[in-house]
């Protein structure tokens, strides 16, 4: 039983959060040259705006929302059912990276980036999915990334809340196939973004949030449940997953020069 995709997205409802800057900004953009309407959220309402000024005015709902409020959550749902009356496909973004090693650890960024990257897309599905179920239709896409596939340096919060991500969407696929409502697991590799500025190191495979948002889309489209990218590099880390302990920590030490 293989799950549905979008096979255009002209006309169809989605809701972007995170879509003030980056890969979720990418993709409202093409999702606008698509036909679709987009509502677009996030914390910074001066770049959603200007994200609007460049949309066709009847096709866009700027609703700037916390991820950590689930009230505000809820309500700019509540605002898309009513001035749409339906919402195909919510594609979450949204998320905060802070480079972290054992000697820095900080329970207070570790904290925050739990509740923006892990709880935060939990409250966006608990919105979302009632209507969902109701109707046996609908998709939910998520933004992980390839970091959730295991332990990588500086990712000492980053990385449990991407794999927190992983599990999330495997259970929700289990759950939700038989609903009819389709779930998209999004592992980019690395993006280049106002997070990954962050990096000192030379990140492989390096990738523009267009090219991101291309493979996010076109994933979507196909109904894949596993959207991963670039291939070359998301790829690479898979085959580490599988691998003895000792073996997968001599690569990493070998070719992660930081």
Known sequence: MKQKGIHHFSGKCVWVIGASSGIGQACATALFAAGAKVAISGRRAEQLKQLANNAPGERVLTLPVDVTNASQ?????????????????????????????????????????INTNLLGPMRAVAAVLPAMLKKHEGHIAIVGSVAGYSGLPKALAYGPSKAGIINFCETLYYDLLPQ????????????????????????????TPEQAAKEILQGIKDGEFDIHFPKRFSGFLKLLRILPYPLYFWIVRRFVKI
């Open 180 to 207: 009819g409502v389709s779930v998209h697991m999004i592992s980019p590799g690395f993006v280049a973004t106002e997070a990954t500025a962050q990096n000192d190191f030379e990140m492989p495979a390096l990738m």
């Open 73 to 113: 959550i809820t309500q700019a749902h509540q605002q898309i059912l009513e001035c749409w009356g339906k919402l195909d496909l919510l594609l979450f973004v949204s998320g905060m990276y802070a480079p972290m090693r054992a000697n820095e650890l900080d329970m207070t960024l570790v904290e925050k980036t």
